[in-house]
């Protein structure tokens, strides 16, 4: 499959949690030693941490919180065989697969509003009438246009540019 006929949705996690993601993921490990070898971060005498499953579940929390830092969703859409696959991804171990993509009905452009007050353009594909695929994000409308249109071209389906609320309009 060549790579340009597949358009990628991902998003990045932020330093921050990168490291906090790597925080946990240590703890968990030492944890595991404990539970396993009875290694002691802090020995003291008479008590051993090997088979206590008190520090076994705080492991499991911690890599949890570890993959909930560190976890990236992308969306893969190959346009020519028309399937798509959501994939789910801590570092290289990634979990997904390809789904027959359904009747798309049309793509849209649209401005969302954030917290700050600024505003950010998504693409979406959308089918079923109510259901959608969030393809593309991006603080400059332009860029959030091209990739409407390419992907409705490729499709051979509209395009409806819903930038301004109630004023929305179908791009030739």
Known sequence: MKEEKIIISEGNRPFWQSVTASFFFTISVILMAMFFFGYE???SEGVSSR??????WLAIAC???GVLFSSVKRVFFDLDTKRYKVQHSV???CVGQW????E????SVFRQPKSDGHYIFETNLWYQKNKHFNIYESVDPELAFAMGKSVAQKLNIDLLNATTPN???WVK
């Open 104 to 107: 798309i009905d049309y793509v």
């Open 51 to 56: 088979w206590d499953f008190g520090v076994l």
């Open 167 to 169: 004023n929305y309009f």
């Open 63 to 65: 890599a949890s919180q």
């Open 41 to 43: 971060v802090f020995p």
């Open 91 to 93: 570092g290289p171990v």
């Open 99 to 102: 789904k027959t993509l359904p």
